[in-house]
């Protein structure tokens, strides 16, 4: 790869702009925000713990499935970006967890926070401002849920809505060709 740019359009290309790790991601939380709701909070923390270790090979799955490589080229620059942003997520999973030991509500806007954080990272790795957006909105909705001592299940709902909606828009705008 010559430059950041090259780079950049290999990683929309083979993972179509990241939306379908969005909505894998997404199911993710609508999954965790069921189980939630009916079954308990406890339960839901650890199906979106369980269910986030299935983002990624689902949204190569579905990258292929779409038509897409779900692989990027061996030589691109930015795959350590993309390894070490889910590093620090993972490491940072454990604090959000200890809180939820304390205050089970709270894992759900912690996590949002971080996933908030990562996503902003993914402004480089495709080179679209929408994850700009899309990572402030996920840190304020968790901001706001552990501001206003949200339930557990609202929190997960959150995190469900907020990324399949952004999971959409990003779809639509590489499917245009213009993420």
């Known amino acids: 790869m010559k ?22 991601s997404a199911s ?20 979106l713990i369980f269910g986030g270790m299935a983002i990624f090979p689902a949204s190569v799955i579905l990258s292929k499935i779409l038509g897409r490589t779900g692989k990027h080229a061996k030589d691109n620059p930015l795959a350590p970006l993309a390894v070490y942003g889910t590093v620090w997520m993972l490491l940072s999973i454990p604090i959000a967890f200890v809180l ?15 996933i908030g954080g990562r996503y902003l990272t993914f402004e480089t790795l495709y080179g679209t401002k929408i994850y700009l957006l899309f990572g402030a909105t996920l840190a304020l909705s968790g901001f706001l849920l552990a501001a206003f001592q949200a339930p557990a299940y609202v929190g997960a709902f959150a995190g469900a809505i907020i990324e399949y909606v952004f999971g959409f828009i990003i779809f639509y705008q590489s499917k245009k060709g213009n993420s």
């Open 28 to 47: 993710a939380w609508l999954a965790a925000a069921i189980v939630a709701t009916f079954v308990g909070s406890k339960e839901g923390i650890f199906t």
């Open 3 to 24: 430059d950041i740019t090259e780079a950049q359009k290999d990683m929309q290309s083979a993972y179509f702009g990241g939306a379908t790790g969005a909505v894998c």
């Open 100 to 114: 939820s030991l304390h205050r089970p509500a709270l894992f759900f806007p912690a996590m949002l926070l971080m």
